[in-house]
C-alpha cells in the first residue's frame, strides 16, 4: 500500500501564493491533515501517548516528595529523564534518518512501556528507592531520545510539507486536551490512592501508541531516508546542517539558555513551592490544567496564524513564559497563578509548532531526524545543569529569589535574542522557498545529497 499524502487544494493560478499564506485559514483547512488516513492512525496513537505523558510527571513529582520530601532529589529524578535525550539525541536523529522512523518509534515506545511499568510496580509495592526510580527513568529517557528526532520526520512523511503546521499544531492541540484530562486525573489519584496507579496508565498507553504505529503502511515502515553512510557520518551531516544556518543555531543558543535558568528551576521548584505554599498536589494539578488549556488555545492559534518571519516571532512569543515563575516566586495567590500559567502554555504551544514547521519546511527531507536532533540536543544540554543547581540554589537563597532572577534573565535574553539580524532572515510567504533556491548555489552534505541554500 503506498504512502498517503495530503494534496494541496486547486487553487486560482492568478491567486495561487495569496491563497496559500494566508495568515488566516478556515476551519476545514486548520484541521485538513485528518482527512489523511495514516496521518489520523499516528494522531489516535499520539493523543494516547500523551495522556499517559501527562500523567508521569505530576505523579513522579509528588512520588519522590513523599518518600524524601527533598528538592534536591526531585531535582535528580527530573534531570535522569534529560540526561539520555542530551546524550542520544544525536544517535536518535541518525537512526530516525537511516531506517524506518515507524520502527525506532516503535522500539522506543516499547522501552518506555517497560520502564514506566516497573516504576508504577514499585510504588504501588512500597519497595521503590530513589536510586530504583532514576535507572528507570534513565531507561524511558532513552526511548524517548530515539523517539522524538523520528517523529518529526514521520509527521512530513503522513502530512506533507505544505501542511505541517497544521499538523504540529492538531498535535499540540491533542496533547493539551489530553494534559487537562489527566492532569485532573493525576490530581484526583495522587490525593487519594498515590502515584503509583497514575504511572502504571501511562505505562499502558505506550502499548496503545505502540499498535496505532504498528497500522501504518508498507511504505512508511521500509522507509530508509539516509542508509548510504555511516552513523558517525550521519551525526556529523546533521550537525552541519545546523551551524551552517545561522537562524537555527540562534534559536538553539535562546532555546538552551532559557531552559538553563527558568524553565529547568521552574520544573524543579514548583512543585515544591505548591507543596509548600499552595496546598500540595490540588494546586498544582489546577495549575497544570491553566496550562493546558493556554496550549489548547495556543494550538488553536498556531492553526490560524502563519507569521512572515517565524524565526523571530517564535522568540517574541517568549516573553508570555516569564509571568509564572516570576508569580510564583511570591508566592502569588493561586488565582493570579492560574492566568500566567495560561500564558505559559500559550507560549509553549505557539513556540514548539512555529520552531517544528520552520524545520520541517526549510530542511532537506533527509536531514530533518538528525536537525531535529540536534536541536533537541541544544535545546537539552543546558537544562541538566539547571536541574541539578535548582534545587540546591533554592536551599541557599530560596526558591523565591531563585525563580524571580531566572524570569528577569529570560527577558533580557530574549531581547538580546530579537536584535540578532539572523533570526529575521526566515521568511514564510509567496515564493520564498523558490527566491531562496534562487539567491545561492547548492550545498552537499555528508551523505552526498544536494542541500537547500543556506539562509
Do not use: C
Not at 555511516?230 to 532559557?258: D, F
Not at 516573553?319 to 502569588?332: D, E, I, K, Q, S
Not at 534573565?409 to 509567496?430: E, N, Y
Request: proline letters at 6%.
Amino acid at each position: 500500500m503506498g504512502l498517503h499524502r495530503l494534496r494541496p487544494p486547486r487553487l486560482n493560478p492568478i491567486r495561487r501564493h495569496e491563497q496559500r499564506w494566508r495568515p488566516v485559514k478556515p476551519i476545514r483547512e486548520a484541521i485538513a491533515p485528518l482527512n489523511v488516513r495514516d496521518f489520523r492512525r499516528y494522531y489516535f496513537g499520539h493523543t494516547a501517548s500523551t495522556f499517559g505523558d501527562a500523567l508521569t510527571p505530576f505523579a513522579l513529582a509528588f512520588a519522590v516528595l513523599h518518600l524524601t520530601g527533598s528538592p534536591a532529589d526531585l531535582g535528580i529524578v527530573v534531570l535522569s529523564t534529560r540526561i539520555p535525550i542530551i546524550a542520544l539525541s544525536l544517535l536518535g536523529g541518525a537512526l530516525g534518518d537511516r531506517f524506518s522512523r515507524r520502527n525506532v518509534m516503535l522500539v522506543a515506545d516499547l522501552m518506555r512501556f517497560l520502564a514506566h511499568g516497573a516504576t508504577a510496580a514499585l510504588l504501588l509495592s512500597g519497595t521503590a528507592g530513589i536510586w530504583m526510580i532514576v535507572v528507570l527513568q534513565l531507561l524511558a529517557g532513552m526511548g524517548s531520545a530515539l523517539f522524538n528526532p523520528a517523529s518529526v520526520g514521520l509527521v512530513v512523511s503522513l502530512a506533507g510539507k505544505e501542511r505541517v503546521q497544521e499538523a504540529n499544531s492538531l498535535l499540540s492541540m491533542s496533547r493539551s486536551l489530553t494534559s487537562i484530562l489527566a492532569l485532573s486525573v493525576a490530581g484526583a489519584l495522587v490525593a487519594t490512592i498515590g502515584p503509583g496507579w497514575a504511572i502504571l496508565i501511562d505505562a499502558a498507553t505506550f502499548l496503545v501508541s505502540a499498535a496505532f504505529l504498528s497500522r501504518l503502511p508498507r511504505a512508511v515502515a521500509t522507509q530508509r531516508p539516509a542508509a548510504s553512510t555511516g552513523l558517525l557520518a550521519s551525526i556529523k551531516g546533521g550537525l552541519a546542517e545546523v551551524t551552517r544556518r545561522s537562524w537555527l543555531l540562534m534559536s538553539v543558543i535562546h532555546v538552551a539558555l532559557t531552559n538553563l535558568i527558568v524553565v529547568a528551576p521552574f520544573l524543579v521548584l514548583g512543585p515544591y513551592v505548591a507543596d509548600e505554599h499552595l496546598g500540595g498536589a490540588p494546586a498544582w494539578s489546577a495549575i497544570g490544567i491553566a496550562y493546558a488549556v493556554g496550549g489548547l488555545t495556543g494550538g488553536f492559534v498556531a492553526t490560524r496564524w502563519k507569521p512572515s518571519r517565524p524565526v523571530g516571532a517564535t522568540l517574541a512569543v517568549f516573553l508570555l513564559m516569564t509571568p509564572l515563575p516570576a508569580l510564583l516566586a511570591v508566592p502569588a495567590t493561586l488565582w493570579l497563578l492560574l492566568p500566567a500559567a495560561f500564558l505559559a502554555g500559550l507560549e509553549l504551544v505557539i513556540y514548539n509548532v512555529l520552531q517544528t514547521s520552520t524545520i520541517q519546511r526549510h530542511v532537506p527531507d533527509h536531514l530533518i531526524a538528525r536537525s531535529s536532533s540536534v536541536v533537541t540536543l541544544g535545546s537539552l544540554a543546558a537544562a541538566p545543569l539547571g536541574m541539578g543547581l535548582a534545587g540546591p540554589a533554592a536551599q541557599v537563597f530560596g526558591s523565591g529569589i531563585v525563580l524571580a532572577a531566572g524570569a528577569v534573565l529570560a527577558i533580557l535574553i530574549t531581547v538580546t535574542a530579537l536584535l540578532v539580524p539572523s533570526v529575521w532572515q526566515i521568511k514564510d510567504g509567496p515564493g520564498e522557498d523558490e527566491k531562496a533556491e534562487r539567491a545561492e548555489p547548492a550545498h552537499t552534505d555528508a551523505d552526498g545529497a544536494t542541500l537547500a541554500p543556506k539562509t
